[in-house]
């Protein structure tokens, strides 16, 4: 169970705490009572019976919020940044959903703490929902739980989702591409623009944030990003990643930040493709949900006698493995 920075107050016991009662919890969250919100998302983060309730009680406001992701190597400036992001959506007049995605990495004690600290800013912000996630025990991983928890969000009320990841895997970049705009910060001297190609990240970049803008080597890591769009093939009409600076510790940038999602935004939206990311988003959601159902039922027949007998005939070469495949599918259909 991860640590949680939502905003609820200290003495947060009494019926929403512990209920399972999700229509009462609907109902309170979409009244922007926050502990009914940190009880929900932590239904969907520990995979709860009752999720599937949850997540057709919040079927109805799917789609209402503009989800950002921002991605980057631990301690580029993550946190800093998604804070200074806040206070500007919170200018803005948007109610602001974050969500920080610990991925059980060894990074995660420090990441939790560093987001606490780094968010406390907001912590009585009634406008703000601060959140880290983590998705140990959910039964199709971090993409299915991420996408559950901003549905929860968006039936808050809240306007904009940041969605917080550290750049590390496979997994985490899916979640970074979950998002209807993706942030991948970089900082200078890390060997990030390398990095970047290597695990991926360049694909799912739609705005990149060279931060830590006040040390030795930003220039060349931008001159390295933009070398590395310029290679890129892209057709006329597609979106050209943006490059923008920011020295997130002192809230510089930011504005140029906020300008490049407005701008991508916009993009998305004379081009049909927030549509069409966000029908992908549902695909990829579905078939998480759907394989994590498929692996839990093919463990229950590990459990029992059908897989040993299949096991067993393969072994001794009565069938073979891609027959015996078949079969324990067939009886996973009926
Ligand atoms: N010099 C400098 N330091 C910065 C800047 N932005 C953030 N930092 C510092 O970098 C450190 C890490 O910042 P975080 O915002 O926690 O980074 P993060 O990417 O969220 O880190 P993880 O969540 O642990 O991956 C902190 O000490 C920040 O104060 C910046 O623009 N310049
Ligand atoms: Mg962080």
């Known amino acids: ?3 949680t920075v939502e905003n609820a107050p200290a003495a947060a016991t009494g019926p929403v705490r512990r209920s399972r009662d999700v229509p009462m919890l609907v109902e309170r969250a979409r009244a922007g009572d926050p502990r009914a919100v940190a009880r929900l998302i932590t239904l969907v983060e520990s995979g709860d019976e009752v999720l599937p309730q949850v997540a057709a009680a919040l079927a109805p406001y799917a789609g209402q919020a503009q989800v950002v992701g921002l991605t980057g190597s631990p301690g580029v400036g993550k946190s800093t940044t998604t804070n200074e992001l806040v206070r500007a959506l919170r200018a803005r ?18 990441a939790i703490l560093g987001d606490r600290v780094r968010m406390q800013d907001h912590a009585t912000d009634p406008g703000v ?3 880290s996630m983590s998705s140990r025990g959910h039964l199709g991983g971090l993409s299915a739980a991420t996408p559950q928890a901003v549905r929860v969000l968006e039936g808050a009320g809240c306007d904009v989702v940041l969605v917080e990841t550290v750049g590390v895997g496979q997994a985490e970049v899916e979640v970074a591409s979950l998002a209807d705009t993706t942030l ?7 060997g990030d623009a390398i990095q970047a190609v290597k695990a991926g990240i360049l694909e799912i970049a739609d705005v990149f944030v060279v931060n830590k803008a006040d040390r030795d080597g930003a220039d060349a890591t931008v ?5 590395m769009i310029a290679l890129g093939e892209r057709g006329p009409g597609e979106w050209r990643p943006q490059v923008v600076r920011s020295i997130a510790a002192r809230g510089e940038g930011i504005d140029d930040i906020a300008a490049a999602i407005d701008k991508h935004r916009d993009w998305l939206e004379k081009h049909g493709e927030l549509r069409r990311r966000r029908e992908a988003r549902a695909a990829a959601e579905v078939e998480a949900i759907a394989l994590g159902a498929l692996r839990a039922r093919i463990g229950s027949l ?6 040993a007998t299949l096991a067993a005939k393969v072994a001794e070469g009565a069938i073979d493995p891609y027959a015996a495949a078949d079969e324990l599918l067939a009886q996973l259909g009926s």
Do not use: N
């Open 302 to 307: 590990r459990d029992g006698t059908e897989l």
């Open 1 to 3: 169970m991860s640590e």
């Open 223 to 227: 001159r390295d990003i933009q070398g």
């Open 129 to 131: 929902y601060i959140r």
């Open 93 to 110: 007049g948007h109610r602001v959903g974050v969500l920080a995605i610990d991925p059980s990495s060894p990074f995660t004690g420090g």
């Open 184 to 190: 991948v910060l970089l900082a200078p001297g890390m």
